[in-house]
């Protein structure tokens, strides 16, 4: 899903948080607006990224789920396509907002 595909006032945190099988399609999707979840270890701890280059989507996510929006990490991103990097921001996630397990991987 792409900007075009929802009208700006109708994009709903749930409705655009997807995963990917392939880092670089979850990079793209970010780099669109979407909200890439990628799943990750870190000294044996199950985390996940929220990724994307929609602040605003992103805060609307943190505030449903529970997390503050000081939590909210600046990073900018290389775009794949380009290789111009970007402004994007990302959530840490784990524990109790860790989202569960999907079946619908893209």
Do not use: C, N
Request: net charge positive.
């Amino acid at each position: 899903m792409t900007r075009a595909d929802q009208p700006e006032g109708h994009r709903s945190p749930a409705d655009v948080l997807r995963e990917f099988r392939k880092r670089r399609d979850g990079m793209i999707y970010a780099m669109e607006g979407g909200l890439w979840l990628h799943r990750h270890l870190w000294k044996g701890r199950r985390l996940a990224h929220v990724v994307s280059t929609d602040k605003a989507l992103l805060l609307a996510y943190g505030a449903a789920i529970g997390v503050p929006a000081e939590r909210l990490q600046y990073k900018p991103l290389k775009d794949p396509r380009t290789g111009v990097r970007r402004d994007a921001w990302h959530w840490d996630l784990g524990g109790p907002v860790l989202p569960p397990p999907s079946d619908r991987i893209y």
